[in-house]
């Protein structure tokens, strides 16, 4: 069912508003890794009801048999997927309301939050045999644009980038870091490749490609620790006819895999690397500050602190479905960390947006090919 104008049906409305007025917040518990297993390492997170988590401190053994107790939280989510949940109930739970919403000319953005080895680009990017949210989403564009979409009368545009140590780089096409511009559209990176994708089959591989850009240094704390953000935008243009007009739809999602959320100063505290953890702190930083900014209700969000909240920036507080998932390991030996995580997704779960609303729909004459039309203007915004 395609809806014309901007104009939403009672049911839609509904839809949107429960959406579009906070944010949807889900917790992933990953499953016990071999190095945490050889290392003695005991389960401290508990899921129950598929909703709510226990988290309990062990104290030493000692300690232990000296209070009788442990110290324990519990927290309660939209959703928590315990360790044996798949790939695709994980995108369908969270992230396939938002692909439909893109077809109906909406925005929507997914990000994973979390310590780095809690499984964040696991549940994003995933591997060939397990594809993540990013690949699972495009598979599922695709599915829905074929089943309703005339012949051609549609395009896929995607982009990847990397925000690290406050630079902005492509991940399709690595070179000199892109400035960032701002219009009437929001802000965009400029020069930043679009690519057109036909199928899903090619997409696996250009994420994965993408990926190997992407900065990894190796930190004291973690050898393959992943300092940068990772943004995946996918710009969705349908067409939609009724008798006397045919229309443009444009629907943007964006899937973003943050930097580990460790403290990054505690790394490395004289080399390069710790003004990059300054960095990536300012990143995050920011990024706190904007949600207690939007908790709080505050008429200025300080988008512009950072890179990253300043591209977020229509994800956030904007029209637009926005999707927390926090990514946690079961360990005992990561505690603190997974503790801070809960939190902030807790923080996150009072974040109220604003009202989503359809992108306005373009009408064209029917002599013109869309597709080109638009790619042009969106080669126009991005030179
Ligand atoms: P992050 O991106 O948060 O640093 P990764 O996604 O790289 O963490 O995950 C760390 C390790 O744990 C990887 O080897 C990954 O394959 C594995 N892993 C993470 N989540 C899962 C999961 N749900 N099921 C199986 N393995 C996982
Ligand atoms: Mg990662």
């Not at 779960?349 to 013109?368: D, F, G, H, Q, Y």
């Given at each position: 069912?395609?809806?014309?104008?901007?104009?939403?049906?009672?049911?839609?409305?509904?839809?949107?508003?429960?959406?579009?007025?906070?944010?949807?917040?889900?917790?992933?518990?990953?499953?016990?890794?071999?190095?945490?297993?050889?290392?003695?390492?005991?389960?401290?997170?508990?899921?129950?009801?598929?909703?709510d988590i226990y988290l309990t401190e062990f104290a030493s053994e000692?300690?232990?048999?000296?209070?009788?107790?442990?110290?324990?939280?519990?927290?309660?989510?939209?959703?928590?997927?315990?360790?044996?949940?798949?790939?695709?109930?994980?995108?369908?739970?969270?992230?396939?309301?938002?692909?439909?919403?893109?077809?109906?000319?909406?925005?929507?953005?997914?990000?994973?939050?979390?310590?780095?080895?809690?499984?964040?680009?696991?549940?994003?990017?995933?591997?060939?045999?397990?594809?993540?949210?990013?690949?699972?989403?495009?598979?599922?564009?695709?599915?829905?644009?074929?089943?309703?979409?005339?012949?051609?009368?549609?395009?896929?545009?995607?982009?990847?980038?990397?925000?690290?140590?406050?630079?902005?780089?492509?991940?399709?096409?690595?070179?000199?870091?892109?400035?960032?511009?701002?219009?009437?559209?929001?802000?965009?990176?400029?020069?930043?490749?679009?690519?057109?994708?036909?199928?899903?089959?090619?997409?696996?591989?250009?994420?994965?490609?993408?990926?190997?850009?992407?900065?990894?240094?190796?930190?004291?704390?973690?050898?393959?620790?992943?300092?940068?953000?990772?943004?995946?935008?996918?710009?969705?243009?349908?067409?939609?006819?009724?008798?006397?007009?045919?229309?443009?739809?444009?629907?943007?999602?964006?899937?973003?895999?943050?930097?580990?959320?460790?403290?990054?100063?505690?790394?490395?505290?004289?080399?390069?690397?710790?003004?990059?953890?300054?960095?990536?702190?300012?990143?995050?930083?920011?990024?706190?500050?904007?949600?207690?900014?939007?908790?709080?209700?505050?008429?200025?969000?300080?988008?512009?602190?950072?890179?990253?909240?300043?591209?977020?920036k229509d994800s956030l507080g904007g029209p637009c479905h926005t999707?927390?998932?926090?990514?946690?390991?079961?360990?005992?030996?990561?505690?603190?960390?997974?503790?801070?995580?809960?939190?902030?997704?807790?923080?996150?779960?009072?974040?109220?947006?604003?009202?989503?609303?359809?992108?306005?729909?373009?009408?064209?004459?029917?002599?013109e090919t869309n597709q080109t039309k638009l790619l042009l203007e969106?080669?126009?915004?991005?030179?």
């Amino acid at each position: 069912k395609v809806s014309m104008g901007t104009k939403k049906t009672d049911e839609e409305a509904e839809v949107c508003g429960d959406l579009g007025s906070r944010i949807m917040v889900f917790v992933r518990l990953r499953p016990m890794g071999k190095k945490e297993e050889e290392a003695g390492a005991r389960s401290c997170v508990r899921i129950v009801n598929k909703r709510d988590i226990y988290l309990t401190e062990f104290a030493s053994e000692m300690d232990y048999l000296r209070l009788k107790r442990v110290r324990g939280r519990h927290f309660c989510f939209d959703a928590s997927f315990p360790e044996s949940t798949t790939q695709q109930v994980v995108y369908s739970t969270t992230t396939a309301e938002l692909v439909e919403g893109v077809l109906q000319g909406r925005n929507g953005s997914v990000f994973c939050y979390g310590a780095t080895g809690a499984g964040k680009t696991y549940t994003m990017l995933g591997t060939l045999e397990n594809p993540g949210v990013m690949v699972l989403a495009i598979k599922d564009l695709f599915a829905k644009i074929r089943q309703r979409s005339f012949e051609g009368k549609h395009s896929v545009l995607l982009s990847y980038l990397e925000v690290y140590n406050e630079t902005v780089v492509d991940l399709l096409s690595p070179g000199r870091p892109l400035v960032l511009r701002e219009d009437k559209q929001g802000i965009t990176a400029a020069g930043l490749t679009q690519y057109r994708a036909y199928s899903t089959n090619e997409v696996m591989q250009l994420l994965q490609q993408g990926n190997q850009n992407r900065t990894t240094e190796p930190t004291r704390v973690n050898e393959t620790s992943s300092r940068s953000h990772a943004i995946l935008q996918v710009i969705a243009e349908y067409q939609v006819k009724d008798s006397n007009m045919t229309a443009t739809r444009v629907g943007k999602l964006s899937l973003i895999d943050l930097a580990g959320s460790e403290r990054a100063l505690a790394t490395d505290q004289r080399s390069q690397r710790s003004i990059e953890g300054a960095n990536i702190n300012r990143s995050l930083l920011a990024l706190s500050s904007c949600i207690n900014a939007l908790v709080e209700g505050k008429k200025h969000i300080p988008y512009r602190n950072s890179k990253l909240t300043q591209l977020l920036k229509d994800s956030l507080g904007g029209p637009c479905h926005t999707v927390m998932i926090a990514n946690i390991s079961p360990s005992n030996l990561s505690f603190n960390e997974t503790q801070n995580t809960l939190h902030w997704a807790d923080r996150a779960k009072e974040i109220r947006t604003k009202a989503c609303t359809a992108n306005e729909a373009v009408p064209l004459p029917e002599s013109e090919t869309n597709q080109t039309k638009l790619l042009l203007e969106l080669q126009k915004e991005n030179s």
